[in-house]
């Protein structure tokens, strides 16, 4: 089993920045992608950015290329999603999705929503 747990969302001003982490535990060697998604209310969940175990590869949505950036530290198990310039239409709950089975891209990891492991969630609001 492979365990995904959330932290750093919170209230923030438009135009601050946030850091998302997401620490996984279990069978970490497993997963071949892990991203992140959000959720809006009303909204169906949403791929945000997603990143390869392999070769590090990477995928953002349009609505936010420029704005945030995922990485991942291989030594402690963690993947992160820095958010800069956050305008309100960010504001979601963040999950932290892993897929350990085959996915031919990270974008259609992202895209299709194909993670078979999810986090708890972490709410992000941005609001003046």
Known sequence: QLQLVESGGGLVQPGGSLRLSCAASGFTLDYNAIGWFRQAPGKER?????????????????SVKGRFTISRDNAKNTVYLQMNSLKPEDTAVYYCGARTLWVSTVQAMCVLGLPDYWGQGTQVTVSS
Not at 56 to 62: F, I, K, L, V
């Open 46 to 62: 949403e791929g945000v950015s997603c990143i390869s175990s392999s070769d590090g590869s990477t995928y953002y949505a349009d």
